[in-house]
C-alpha cells in the first residue's frame, strides 16, 4: 500500500469510525440501555431468562460463533440447598441461551476450595450445565499466565486463567451470600475463581486487591444468583436455617451497580461496603444507584 | 498346570492393580479396595491376637488359612501378588547351574519361622510388627508410597507440557480428566516416607541375586504361617516311575523344595508353582490329591523357638522403652474415627490405604516419621500443611482393612474431634499487622463457624485507630480438620496450625 493510499483510507476510517459513535451517541439518547435489571419472584431459569430478555437478549452478548466462559460460584462441597454456590438451574438456563444464541462453545469453570470433584458435583452445576450442554471444565494448574494489571495500585500482576483471556466472552454468575471480609460475596469477589496462585494472599488489603483484578479483566454479562442467599456463615454455610429464599436475579453490564444493588438483599448499603466505594472511585462503574438505569420485575405480579 | 499358575498370578496381580486404583473418591463400588489385605492370613492372625479383638474385616483371611490346609501354600504360588513381583524380577536374572552345594544350603529358611514367631511373641505382648514383614502391605505400601508418586509425577509432568504447548487442547484436557476421574489424584502425593519404602522393597528385589524366590524361602512370615498350616496337605506332588534322575525339577524348583531323592519335596516349602511339572523330560511329575507323601519338616528347632519369644519381647521393650517426643505427639493427628491410640496401633498395619484414598480428596494423611514414636512408624497421621480433611468425607474409615480407623457415618465424623486450631498471634495477619485478613474463617466448615472475631480498635503503626477483626477459635465447635491451617495465606509457618488436642477417638465395634 502506498503512503498516500494508506493515509487517506485511515482518514476515511477515522471519520468514519467518529460518525458511527455520533449516530451511536444518538440511539443511546433515544433509548438508553438498562446498566442492569432486577427480577423477582420465579424459578431459578425463570428468572436468568427474564432478566437477559429484559437488557435485549443474548443476541446482544453473544454473537454466532463465539466462545462463551461462563464462570459460576462452584467453591464449596456444598448442595443447592445450602445456598454457598451458584444455583444450578440458573447456570444451565444462561447455557442454554448461549448456545440459542449461536454461541460455538460455552464453558463452564471455577477453581474451587474444596476438591473440585467434590464441588462440581455436590453443587449439581455439573451435571446441569453439561445437560444444557456446555463444557464443564476443572481447572489446570498450568493453563494459568502471569497478566499484568496496568491500573493495579497494589497488584501489578496475577496468574490468571487463560481460558478467561482466549474466550470473545465472559460471564461472570456468582451467588449473593454472606461473607465476613466484605459483608457479602458478589461479582467483584467471585472473581477469585480465575485467579491462580495463593490468592488467599489478596485478603490483606482485600479492599483494594480485589478491585485490582477486576481492573484486569471486565465480564461481558454479570448476573447474581439471589435465588437463595445466605446470610449468615458464609461463604461455606451449611446450615439451612442461614439460607433465605428472596428468589431474586440481578443482571447486567455494569458491575459495580450491581454488586451496589445486590447488598440491599442483605439490608445493608453500598455507601457502607469499602471495595464498591473504591470501584467507584476509580470508574469501573457507578455504585450511587439513584444515577443508574436499572429496571425491577416481579414476575408474580 | 504350571500356565495356570502363571494365568492365576497375572488374574490376581492385575485384580491387586485394580482395587489398588480403586481407592480413589468417590469409591463408590462393591468390591473393597483392601480385600487382598484382609485375605492375608497374617495380617488377619496378628492383628487380632495383637489387639485382643475379633475384627469382622478380617475374616477373608482365615477361609485363605482353612484352605491352605487341604491346598497347601496355594497362595504364595498362585495368588501373592508380590510372589508375582519376585517371579517376574528373577526371571531377569541370569543363573549358573547351582551347584550340588548351593541346593543343600538351606540354614536361612529357619529365617522366616523366626521371624513370625518373633512377631507372634510380640504381638501377644501387644506390640504389633507386622507391618514391616507382610507381603501385601510391602506390596500396598510401596505402590503407594513410591511407584504411585513416581507414576504421577510423570504423568502429570507430561499434561503440564501438552497444556503449556496448547495444541489439541480440548483432546489433551479429555484425556486428561480421563486420568483424573480414574488414577491420578488431586494433588500430587509427596511422602518423606518414599525413599525408605522404596529401599526395603528394592532390598527384596536384589536379593533374588542369591537365589529365586529369596524372600519367600527364608524372610516372609506369612508363608511360614501358611507353610505350618500346609503341613498336612492333600495335595500330592506325585513322580511315576519313568523319573530318569535327571535332577531338572530340583534345580527348576523356586523354593528349593525338593529333596535328594526327587520324589520328595518339603511341603511346608512347596508352593506348588508346577515349574518341577512343567520341566521334567518323561514328564513324570504330576499333581494330585491325596496325602502327602512328602516330607514335611518345619525347619525349626525347639531352641530356635525360644530364641526368637526372646527376640519379640527384646524387640517389644526397646520399642516401648524408647523416648516419645511430647511436641511431636502433638503432631500425630489420627484420621477421623480412629479407635484410641494403644489399640489403633495394635491394628493399623501401615498399609497406606487411608492414605491413598484421601490423596484423592483431602489429602491431608501422610505416613508419620517419629511423630507418633518408634511404634506409630509410617501410621496415618492428617497434615494439615500438606492437605486438609475434607468435612463430606469419610473414606479412609472405608478403606482401613483392620477397622484402625472406623467406618462411621458422615454426620458423626462432621462432630467428630480429630484435633484443635489454635493461633499463631505472631504470625496471623490480624494479630501481627493489625489487617484483616479471615481466610480462615471463610474456609470454616462447620456450619456455625469454629472461628470467631473480636472486633475491636488497634492501633496500627503510624499511630491511627483502625477497626480490626481480631480471629479466635471457639475450642467448643472446632474439629480440627485443618482447612484452616492449609488454606493460611503466611508464607512459612502458619498463622494458625491444628493439633491432636482433644482428640475424640472411637471405640471399636
Known amino acids: 500500500m502506498e503512503r498516500r493510499e494508506f493515509l487517506k483510507k485511515s482518514a476515511a476510517t477515522g471519520l468514519l469510525i467518529s460518525a458511527a459513535d455520533v449516530l451511536n451517541y444518538k440511539l443511546l439518547a433515544q433509548e438508553a440501555p438498562l446498566d442492569f435489571v432486577v427480577i423477582k419472584n420465579g424459578s431459578p431459569a425463570q428468572l436468568v431468562r427474564k432478566a437477559v430478555e429484559e437488557l435485549g437478549g443474548m443476541g446482544k452478548f453473544v454473537s454466532k460463533g463465539q466462545a462463551v466462559l461462563l464462570k459460576p460460584n462452584i467453591g464449596w462441597d456444598r448442595t443447592p440447598e445450602q445456598a454457598a454456590n451458584t444455583n444450578p438451574e440458573a447456570v444451565a438456563e444462561v447455557v442454554k441461551m448461549c448456545l440459542d444464541a449461536g454461541a460455538k462453545r460455552v464453558r463452564v469453570l471455577d477453581r474451587t476450595c474444596n476438591q473440585s470433584r467434590r464441588c462440581y458435583q455436590r453443587s449439581g452445576i455439573e451435571s446441569a450445565a453439561k445437560k444444557a450442554g456446555a463444557e464443564v471444565r476443572h481447572i489446570v494448574d498450568s493453563r494459568f499466565s502471569e497478566v499484568n494489571i496496568p491500573e493495579g495500585e497494589l497488584l501489578k500482576s496475577w496468574p490468571l486463567y487463560r481460558d478467561v483471556l482466549e474466550f470473545d466472552v465472559f460471564i461472570n454468575m456468582p451467588i449473593a451470600k454472606h461473607h465476613t471480609i466484605s459483608g457479602i460475596t458478589l461479582g467483584f469477589k467471585n472473581m477469585m475463581g480465575i485467579m491462580g496462585d495463593d490468592r488467599g494472599k489478596i485478603h490483606k488489603n482485600f479492599h483494594t486487591n480485589i478491585v485490582d483484578i477486576n481492573t484486569a479483566i471486565k465480564p461481558t454479562l454479570t448476573i447474581i444468583d439471589a435465588y437463595r442467599i445466605l446470610v449468615r456463615n458464609g461463604p461455606t454455610g451449611g446450615n439451612l436455617d442461614d439460607v433465605e429464599i428472596p428468589k431474586v436475579v440481578i443482571a447486567g453490564t455494569d458491575r459495580v451497580a450491581i454488586d451496589a444493588y445486590a447488598v440491599t438483599l442483605f439490608g445493608k448499603d453500598a455507601k457502607d461496603i469499602e471495595y464498591i466505594q473504591n470501584a467507584h472511585k476509580r470508574g469501573l462503574g457507578q455504585a450511587d444507584l439513584s444515577r443508574v438505569k436499572m429496571k425491577e420485575i416481579d414476575l408474580s405480579a | ?509
Not at chain 2, 520399642?319 to 511436641?327: E, N, S, V
Open chain 2, 1 to 509: 498346570m504350571k500356565n495356570a499358575r502363571r494365568i492365576s498370578q497375572l488374574i490376581f496381580f492385575l485384580f491387586f492393580l485394580f482395587l489398588f486404583f480403586q481407592a480413589r473418591y468417590p469409591y463408590e463400588i462393591h468390591l473393597p479396595s483392601d480385600l487382598f489385605l484382609r485375605s492375608s492370613p497374617l495380617v488377619g492372625f496378628i492383628t487380632i491376637i495383637s489387639s485382643r479383638s475379633f475384627i469382622q474385616t478380617v475374616i477373608p483371611a482365615f477361609i485363605i488359612l482353612l484352605l491352605t490346609i487341604p491346598l497347601g501354600r496355594f497362595f504364595c504360588g498362585w495368588i501373592c501378588p508380590l510372589g508375582t513381583v519376585i517371579d517376574i524380577n528373577d526371571s531377569f536374572i541370569k543363573r549358573k547351574k547351582p551347584k550340588r552345594s548351593e541346593l543343600e544350603n538351606r540354614r536361612l529358611r529357619f529365617l522366616k519361622f523366626f521371624i513370625l514367631f518373633a512377631i507372634l511373641t510380640a504381638s501377644i505382648f501387644s506390640l504389633q510388627f507386622i507391618w514391616l514383614f507382610d507381603p501385601i502391605v510391602l506390596l500396598t505400601r510401596v505402590l503407594t508410597l513410591t511407584i504411585y508418586p513416581v507414576f504421577v509425577f510423570l504423568l502429570t509432568g507430561f499434561f503440564d507440557f501438552a497444556f503449556k504447548i496448547g495444541f489439541l487442547e480440548d483432546q489433551v484436557y479429555s484425556t486428561y480428566d480421563f486420568f483424573q476421574n480414574t488414577v491420578l489424584p488431586i494433588q500430587r502425593p509427596e511422602f518423606f516416607a518414599s525413599m525408605l519404602v522404596l529401599l526395603l522393597f528394592a532390598g527384596i528385589l536384589v536379593l533374588g541375586l542369591v537365589s529365586k524366590r529369596f524372600w519367600c524361602r527364608n524372610v516372609c512370615p506369612l508363608g511360614a504361617l501358611l507353610g505350618i498350616f500346609s503341613k498336612y496337605r492333600l495335595t500330592k506332588r506325585y513322580v511315576s516311575e519313568s523319573c530318569t534322575n535327571c535332577g531338572k525339577c530340583r534345580i527348576s524348583c523356586k523354593m528349593n523344595a525338593i529333596e535328594d531323592d526327587y520324589t520328595i519335596n518339603n511341603t511346608v516349602e512347596c508352593i506348588e508353582c508346577a515349574e518341577c511339572v512343567a520341566v521334567c523330560p518323561p514328564k513324570a511329575v504330576s499333581y494330585r490329591f491325596g496325602k502327602s507323601t512328602g516330607a514335611n519338616e518345619i525347619d525349626f528347632s525347639r531352641r530356635r523357638l525360644i530364641q526368637s519369644g526372646i527376640a519379640g519381647l527384646s524387640l517389644l521393650a526397646v520399642i516401648k522403652a524408647a523416648a516419645k517426643d511430647k511436641t511431636q505427639a502433638g503432631k500425630a493427628i489420627r484420621p477421623p474415627g480412629a479407635i484410641p491410640e494403644d489399640e489403633f496401633l495394635d491394628r493399623c498395619i501401615r498399609c497406606q490405604e487411608c492414605v491413598r484414598i484421601c490423596s484423592s480428596t483431602g489429602a491431608c494423611l501422610q505416613p508419620s516419621v517419629l511423630e507418633s514414636g518408634w511404634e506409630g512408624i509410617w501410621s496415618p497421621i492428617a497434615v494439615a500443611s500438606v492437605g486438609y480433611c475434607e468435612f463430606n468425607c469419610k473414606l479412609c474409615g472405608q478403606v482401613c482393612p483392620t477397622g484402625a480407623i472406623q467406618n462411621i457415618t458422615l454426620e458423626k465424623k462432621q462432630k467428630l474431634r480429630m484435633g484443635t486450631a489454635y493461633f499463631d498471634k505472631s504470625r496471623c495477619i490480624p494479630w501481627y499487622s493489625q489487617q484483616d485478613c479471615l481466610v480462615c474463617e471463610e474456609h470454616c466448615p462447620l456450619p456455625d463457624k469454629a472461628i470467631k472475631f473480636d472486633i475491636r480498635e488497634a492501633r496500627t503503626p503510624d499511630g491511627s485507630l483502625r477497626v480490626v477483626k481480631f480471629p479466635y477459635v471457639d475450642e467448643t465447635l472446632c474439629i480440627g480438620c485443618g482447612i484452616c491451617e492449609n488454606k493460611c495465606p503466611v508464607v512459612g509457618k502458619k498463622g494458625i496450625f491444628v493439633t491432636a488436642a482433644n482428640n475424640e477417638r472411637i471405640e471399636p465395634a
